[in-house]
């Protein structure tokens, strides 16, 4: 043990030392909401915050080529399922692409976690039909498939649903920045478009 | 030809003291136009979307306990977090100090084999001025951030947590990105979204070859190990996931003892900063994971300052914040002399209690840069009691000698009620000649050190002790 202690050690020594006689603090209340009222409409609401963040909605499994546009290239997780590869895109599996093949795909195409109807929030946490976090990333253009099971109505409610220690990107409509006057625009350095494909059961 | 940029931090003095800083700032119509529009857009936006959740109260108190619980267990969550974060293939790294940290962190750089770091926009690495420093070592820091580019085009500094770039209209940014962006496209307007596009096109190639990030986080999860970055542009993602190595400098302040602590923070947050119900991007990231993102992942706790914070029982509540400026947005101080004039990176009502917490014996004048009233408390998402830190570190500060011996002055007058009593009449009757107007404008030296900056207004004609006899007979 050398006789100067490390920076770890001082700092728990000095916490340590200003806590000295603090105690303990209350538990904290928990009174707020963890979900919203029984027969809350989610998937409407849902659809109006996305439309709110200026992101694009569409019903239906075969919507998807739409949803994609005049995209040529679509990277999917090697995962995505067969049958959401629709439209006339040439569909690119993530299998060790490098960052310049990403830069010139025109759209990626993935499903998400969960999805947060209050907030308008989609959630991505590296599960199934997702991929990891660049693909959703370095295109310019993000399709995501919603299922309706996937669909909460609150924040407290979708957190169960993620893998907590898997990556995470929770999304909430297209690029945007506040910088210039604190307006909300929208198209910086993420996908400037956002399609989301909503399925029923 | 657009006009010359002169930045405003070149005009007002960061080491003078607030209320000289502040008298330069209110000379500069500009700056306060872009600030009361600014500051107004958000107020409204902030005000909005609170409104909409029948729970903002519950939630706050609940922010504001989860943060005092965290302060009390803070040596057994910081462990707890490293502990976690390790198992996950993270470094963990601690520093006492901004040298400290900075010295982690360039050396970390150095050993990626790069000379050359981007970075997501953090208060804690504008703190410990790591790109002072890595230019020292001859490091090359590049912020990302649209705000933050603009600030460091200007070679200004920033004056608000959220938004570095408050004081700049789109002219302004526009004639920045003009004569300092060296790929600035040819007629660029200053529309909003064509600004957006000339940074994106500016900073596309810069993070798709960046070899290591630095950023800060917002939250720092004990029970996970995960931290928490919240973000509007896109650049945070590109920054936390594109290059190999990535440096996060977390304050010690910002750990959550739970995952499950975010169902709070992520509806306090975004709605109290951008007034949005969720901001566009939130990555969280646990340690490395293998072929996604960063694969030399270091992590570097904070002290630098603030278990000196934390031992002030009234003042730690100061550690709560969570920078999200709604504070800075409703303060009438703050919209009319904007944060430059606070001569810290923390300006507005939660910089007049953190900076003098932070560096003891500086700024001693920032608890005065307030009128108390409150609005800072009332909007603050975590509940920090900004006006009753003022006072007491107002009680704890440097008092000047002729403040002294006249708080010394009315003490042994009040404590005599006859003498008292005399003291009140004589000011009565010597007042008389202005009691049509109600006020004095002016007292003769040393009062006038008062009036300098106030009204005083004049005793009424009967006082409450006259009132009363009068009552009782």
């Known amino acids: 043990m050398s006789a100067t202690p490390t920076a770890r050690e001082e700092i728990l020594a000095r916490m340590r030392r200003a806590l000295d006689g603090a105690g303990e603090a209350p538990v904290p209340p928990r009174e707020y909401r963890r979900s919203l009222e029984t027969g809350a409409d989610i998937t409407a609401m849902l659809i109006d915050r996305l439309v709110d963040y200026k992101a694009n909605v569409h019903h239906g499994l075969a919507s998807i080529a739409a949803a994609l546009g005049d995209a040529q290239r679509v990277v999917v997780p090697a995962d995505l399922p067969e049958d959401w590869r629709l439209g006339g895109a040439e569909f690119v599996p993530d299998t060790e692409l490098s960052t310049a093949d990403l830069d010139g795909m025109d759209a990626v195409l993935t499903g998400c976690a969960a999805a947060v109807a209050v907030s308008g929030t989609i959630m991505l946490d590296a599960g199934a039909a997702q991929g990891r976090r660049a693909i959703t990333l370095v295109p310019d253009h993000h399709v995501v498939v919603v299922r309706r099971d996937q669909i909460v109505g609150h924040l407290a409610e979708a957190l169960p649903m993620l893998d907590r220690t898997a990556p995470q990107t929770w999304i909430s409509g297209p690029s945007a920045t506040s910088d210039i006057e604190l307006q909300r625009v929208e198209g910086v350095h993420g996908p400037r478009r956002l399609d989301v494909v909503l399925l029923e059961d | ?295 030399d992942v270091h992590v570097i706790l904070l002290d630098n300052g603030r278990t000196g914070v934390l031992a002030d029982e009234v003042g730690r509540q100061a550690l709560s914040c969570i920078r999200c400026s709604a504070c800075l947005n409703v303060c009438p101080v703050y919209e009319r002399t904007g944060g430059h004039a606070y001569g810290h990176v923390y300006p507005g009502p939660i910089g007049a209690i953190l900076a003098p917490q932070l560096e003891p ?76 107007k109600g006020f004095l404008r002016r007292l003769p030296w040393p009062g006038s050190k008062w009036t300098v900056s106030r009204d005083l207004p004049v005793p009424p004609k009967e006082d409450f002790r006259d009132w009363w006899k009068e009552r009782q007979r």
């Open chain 2, 361 to 436: 014996g500086r700024h001693d004048d920032l608890p005065y840069a307030s009128s108390l009233c409150g609005a800072c408390y009332e909007v603050c998402p975590v509940k920090i009691n900004i006006p009753e830190v003022l006072v007491h570190l107002r009680q704890q500060g440097p008092h000047q000698a002729g403040e002294r011996a006249a708080m010394g002055g009315a003490k042994a007058v009040m404590a005599r009620p006859r003498l008292w009593r005399a003291a009140l009449k004589a000011a009565r009757l010597g007042s008389m000649p202005w009691r049509r």
């Open chain 2, 1 to 295: 030809m657009s006009p010359e940029i002169v930045p405003a931090a070149s005009l007002i003095p960061a080491d003078a003291p607030f209320p000289k800083a502040a008298k330069v700032a209110l000379g500069m119509p500009q700056l306060r136009k872009n600030l009361a529009h600014a500051t107004g857009t958000i107020r409204a936006k902030r005000a909005n979307v609170a409104g909409e959740l029948d729970d903002w109260e519950p939630l706050r108190d609940t922010a504001a306990a989860i943060k005092a619980d965290v302060q009390h267990r803070l040596p057994e969550l910081a462990v707890e977090f490293e502990r976690n974060a390790t198992a996950a293939g993270a470094h963990v790294h601690w520093a006492r100090d901004a040298q400290e940290a900075n010295a982690i962190a360039a050396r970390i750089v150095r050993e990626a084999g790069a000379d050359e770091v981007v970075k997501v926009k953090s208060m804690a690495t504008q703190e410990i001025e790591l790109n002072e420093h890595f230019e020292a070592v001859g490091l090359k820091a590049f912020e990302t951030d649209l705000a933050e580019l603009i600030v460091q085009l200007a070679e200004d500094r920033p004056s608000h947590i959220l938004v570095p770039a408050i004081h700049y209209n789109r002219t302004e940014i526009r004639d920045i990105f003009d004569q300092r962006m060296s790929d600035a496209p040819k007629g660029l307007t200053d529309e909003p979204a064509a600004l957006a596009e000339a940074a994106r096109q500016h900073l596309r190639r810069r993070f798709l070859s960046a070899k290591v990030a630095v950023s800060g986080a917002n939250f720092a999860v004990a029970e996970t190990g995960s931290l928490v970055v919240v973000e509007s542009e896109g650049n945070g993602r590109m920054c936390l996931t594109m290059p190999q190595t990535l440096i996060s400098i977390v304050g010690i302040e910002k750990l959550l003892p739970s995952f499950s602590d975010l169902e709070v923070f992520m509806q306090l947050l975004p709605r109290s900063s951008t007034g949005e119900r969720m901001n566009p991007y939130t990555s969280v990231w646990t340690g490395a994971r293998e072929g996604d993102g960063p694969q």
